[in-house]
């Protein structure tokens, strides 16, 4: 990427090698797959961007011929609670993961699930931790527990449902597409709620069963609403806000002693726990296309469309 203008602008090339310094390793990438943070990126929509960069922060490739996985999240710092406010996310502004060879550190990089291919696998760090981190860590769901998860449909909210299946738990998923909503349910979800053709989505919702936490990254109406679905002591974790700030009613929070937990991202050990979960259930992502790496354009594009379902992945 040299220019700000969005996905249109990026561009294959050409550059040298990059060589590894004290602590740090080369990953022969064999696989990346793009985030929103990709295509906000190439919009001008994040801060501390600095060009030329390659970008991407998901990759899974072979260092010496081990096969790895690489965590996204470089510096997290000591505190399991907050990252540093020097942490950075591999793909800006250092350079990240849409290349033949990638510089990471050497603590970024584990053994890969052995039942996951590469393009699987690179389908992981970012989005399955995310999600790792806002189901368990923040939102410490338990088995048989219902679990809310709105806009269903993209990379972090479809491992939120993976992984709440996987872990025991009952899904509610709400998505404005019904074929969205049909593989949502192919995937296990025991609820399917269209907020398009259903404008009380909400109270349908409340009324398919006790909530027990909810995974929210709409913002907005949506989270205001949420609040009011969870019982009594519930809990609402978000990690987003792609429709802007929500007006809440203070009353019903208080007095139901909802939890609001915010959530980004994951540390070090969420990352760990994360690819231990995922072989230990076998959980595979939910891929929506793979295109080679020389089609980066129209796989930005299609993510800035959001009509995937899944992770959108690239072949290196």
């Known amino acids: 990427m040299h220019e700000i203008g969005g996905p249109q602008n990026l561009r294959v090339e050409d550059v040298p090698e990059p060589s590894a310094k004290p602590g740090e390793t080369i990953v022969r990438v064999r696989a990346a797959a793009l985030n929103h943070r990709d295509v906000f990126i190439t919009q001008g929509l994040y801060p501390n961007i600095a060009l030329p960069c390659t970008l991407g922060s998901d990759g899974a490739g072979e260092v010496q011929g081990k096969a790895v996985v690489i965590d996204p999240t470089i510096g997290w710092g000591s505190d399991e609670r907050v990252w540093n406010s020097d942490a950075r996310i591999l793909g800006m502004p250092r350079d990240g993961t849409f290349a033949e060879y990638a510089c990471v550190p050497e603590e970024n990089v584990h053994e890969k699930p052995a039942h996951l291919s590469f393009e699987e696998a690179a389908a992981l760090p970012l989005a399955g931790v995310t999600a790792y981190r806002a189901l368990f860590t923040r939102g410490e769901l338990r088995p048989h527990e219902t679990v809310l998860i709105t806009g269903i449909g993209g990379g972090v909210q479809t491992f939120v449902l993976l992984y709440a299946k996987a872990a025991g738990a009952r899904a509610v998923v709400t998505s404005g597409s019904d074929e969205k909503l049909q ?84 540390s070090p050990a969420d990352f760990r726990a994360m690819l231990q979960f995922v072989s230990q259930h076998r959980v595979k992502p939910a891929i929506d296309r793979v295109y080679e790496i020389t089609e980066v354009k129209a796989a930005a594009q299609r993510l800035s469309e959001a009509e995937q379902f899944g992770k959108i992945v690239l072949r290196v």
């Open 183 to 266: 593989r949502a349910k192919d995937l296990g979800a025991d609820v399917t709620i269209n907020y398009q053709t259903d404008p009380e989505w909400h109270k349908t919702a409340r009324k398919a069963g006790t909530i027990d936490l909810a995974v929210d990254s709409a913002g907005g109406d949506t989270f205001a609403k949420v609040l009011g679905i969870v019982r009594p002591g519930g809990r609402v974790v978000t990690y987003g806000g792609t429709t802007g700030d929500a007006k809440i009613r203070m009353f019903g929070v208080f007095w139901n002693q909802i939890d609001i937990r915010g959530s980004s991202m994951g």
